[in-house]
């Protein structure tokens, strides 16, 4: 079961409306219990502790783009052939990019770089600059691999191949650029009232350059990018029960990792050497279609309203 998702509709809580953006509690519980594990010198570094991270960071965000295919059909009001079909190729791209990974690692990891820093930065609403948003999404990358280089280094070769050692010297290379540009976005979402989701990037930043790459990026993932997102979905979905909401999420979840382990055993090849890599490359391949829909459905559902908003004020003039 998707316990941040149980988690938000326990809580009931709502996304804030206008360009603000949501932070859940468990964020800060999470940076205290793993700053305090610093302290103490847990082996946050260990086998143990990383695959523990590793089913953190599957369960616990993998569920944020579960309920793209309930949004869809909201939104285009879907019928079933048309749900099937949507489904259908949605899965398509997923496998693609699954397939990818055999064939081109290298172009994969590119890609998957990009679209994560792309995707990041759209957490930054609150940022009129694409510069700054697009800076404040890779900064997640670049300050792990500041922190870490050669952890960093390590798990970029595991997900493709050894040629992947110079994608982390360019990615380590641009990350002071990188974080001095986010700073400014971090001033700018404290200056506009953001001042929470602000703190809580500062926070963020610093444990990725403090923990080891898989946990500080787990932390991120999941405690603070994933539940914007179910956040938000939970909004549009209000009138879908709990039990529906809470069995949504688990099923495509669900189905999503057995699709991934199924087609690791159909496919000839090698994909990824450890957990880690594996479910970084699950979630790479995850992240396209759901950056693309996420992208459709935001112009889609803002069109309603803004023509509800046109009509409000012709109706005022009138």
């Not at 809580?13 to 468990?26: I, K, N, Q, S």
């Not at 019928?79 to 690692?105: E, K």
């Not at 001095?180 to 350059?209: D, E, F, I, K, P």
Request: glycine share 6%; aromatic share 8%.
């Amino acid at each position: 079961m998707p316990v941040l998702a149980h988690t938000l509709a326990a809580a009931k809580l709502r996304v804030p409306t206008g360009r603000g953006a949501f932070v859940h509690p468990l964020f800060w519980l999470a940076a205290v219990a793993l700053a305090v594990g610093l302290m103490l010198r847990a082996p946050l570094s260990q086998p143990a502790a990383i695959a523990t991270a590793t089913i953190v960071m599957i369960g616990g965000g993998l569920p944020h783009g579960a309920y793209d295919m309930a949004l869809l059909r909201r939104a285009a009001s879907l019928d079933r052939s048309a749900m099937a079909l949507a489904v259908s190729s949605y899965a398509a791209i997923v496998a693609l990019m699954a397939l990818l990974w055999i064939a081109a690692p290298l172009l994969t990891l590119v890609l998957f770089l990009a679209v994560s820093a792309f995707h990041f930065g759209e957490d930054w609403a609150m940022l009129d600059v694409a510069l700054l948003r697009f800076a404040a999404g890779a900064a997640v990358i670049a300050a792990a691999a500041i922190g870490h280089p050669t952890g960093v280094a390590a798990l970029f070769v595991a997900m493709s191949d050894a040629r992947a050692a110079i994608v982390a010297k360019v990615v380590i290379a641009a990350a002071p650029v990188a974080l001095l540009v986010t700073s400014v976005g971090v001033a700018t979402a404290w200056r506009n009232g953001n001042r929470q989701w602000a703190a809580a990037m500062v926070v963020c930043l610093a444990m990725l350059v403090a923990l080891p790459p898989v946990a500080g990026f787990t932390l991120f993932f999941v405690f603070l990018h994933a539940p914007r997102h179910l956040a938000q979905s939970r909004a549009s979905l209000r009138d879908m029960s709990q039990t529906r909401w809470l069995a949504t999420g688990t099923l495509f979840s669900a189905a999503t990792l057995i699709g991934w382990w199924a087609q690791q055993r159909v496919v000839p090849g090698q994909i990824g050497g450890s957990w880690a890599a594996q479910a970084f490359q699950l979630l790479a391949s995850v992240a396209v279609p759901h950056l693309a829909l996420s992208r459709w459905l935001e112009k889609r559902l803002e069109r309603p309203h803004s023509s509800r908003s046109e009509c409000s004020f012709a109706k005022a003039s009138a």
